[in-house]
């Protein structure tokens, strides 16, 4: 059973950071695209960021710079260090893989988390 789990959500304040990381089970995942999508109250489901197995990476303009992703195929996991974190920034914050994923859009990710709570405080 595929099953992603997200950690390292919680409160902090404008400007600080905060790293979530993804941990993927059930499979391998080496040939899939991993990224991260956000979703703010009231608001569809965004991306955020992605890898694919190349190691080619997108980000949503919105966190340029201040976001990293990453990923690391020897534990099945990806990561998401955010920096400067700002109050907009507050979503419940969802990885996700796929196959046929092609970076930001959202078909092609057949798996995903059940997300984590990220709060910034202004």
């Known amino acids: 059973q595929v099953q992603l789990v997200e950690s390292g959500g919680g409160l902090v304040q404008a400007g600080g950071s905060l790293r979530l990381s993804c941990a993927a089970s059930?499979?391998?995942?080496?040939?899939?695209?991993l990224a991260w999508f956000r979703q703010a109250p009231g608001k569809e489901r965004e991306f955020v960021a992605a890898?694919?197995?190349?190691?080619?990476?997108y980000y949503a303009d919105f966190v340029k710079g201040r976001f990293t992703i990453s990923r690391d195929n020897a534990k099945n996991t990806v990561s998401l260090q955010m920096n400067s974190l700002k109050p907009e920034d507050t979503a419940v914050y969802y990885c996700?893989?796929?196959?046929?994923?092609?970076?930001?859009?959202?078909?092609?990710?057949?798996?995903w988390g059940q997300g984590t709570q990220v709060t910034v405080s202004s």
């Open positions: 996700a893989a796929g196959r046929t994923a092609i970076g930001r859009n959202e078909k092609g990710y057949d798996y």
């Open positions: 059930g499979r391998t995942f080496t040939s899939d695209a």
């Open positions: 890898v694919r197995w190349s190691g080619a990476l």
